[in-house]
Nanobody
Framework: QVQLVESGGGLVQAGGSLRLSCAAS????????MGWFRQAPGKERDFVAA????????YYADSVKGRFTISIDNAKNTVYLQMNSLKPEDTAVYYC????????????????WGQGTQVTVSS
């Protein structure tokens, strides 16, 4: 199976930036899509952003549009989530996910998951 490992989380003040990385243990098929989800304590694991590995098409949750950017480095087999203008409500565990097929927006539509990385935004 595809193995995903997130990194780059940490503590940052409101208005600051972080870049999350998701490294895959092996190269994915070009038909895969990659996504980022986040889960705050006591809440659902919600969609954040997704990208098609083959086309580069992206899709973002309304709450992060204009602030977050998802991208892929094909040479490194790594997906990134650049997070700018962070807000306290962005605090959550962020998970990288992969699925076979096109971009989807629900957690049960993804096949592979990383273990998560904590992002904490202080006021």
């Amino acid at each position: 199976q595809v193995q995903l490992v997130e990194s780059g989380g940490g503590l940052v003040q409101a208005g600051g930036s972080l870049r999350l990385s998701c490294a895959a243990s092996e190269r994915t098929f070009r038909s895969y899509a990659m996504g980022w989800f986040r889960q705050a304590p006591g809440k659902e694991r919600d969609f954040v952003a997704a990208i098609s590995w083959s086309t580069g098409s992206t899709y973002y949750a309304d709450s992060v549009k204009g602030r977050f950017t998802i991208s892929i480095d094909n040479a490194k087999n790594t997906v990134y989530l650049q997070m700018n203008s962070l807000k306290p409500e962005d605090t959550a565990v962020y998970y990288c996910a992969a699925r076979y097929g096109g971009i989807r927006y629900r957690r049960d539509e993804y096949d592979y998951w990383g273990q998560g990385t904590q992002v904490t935004v202080s006021s």
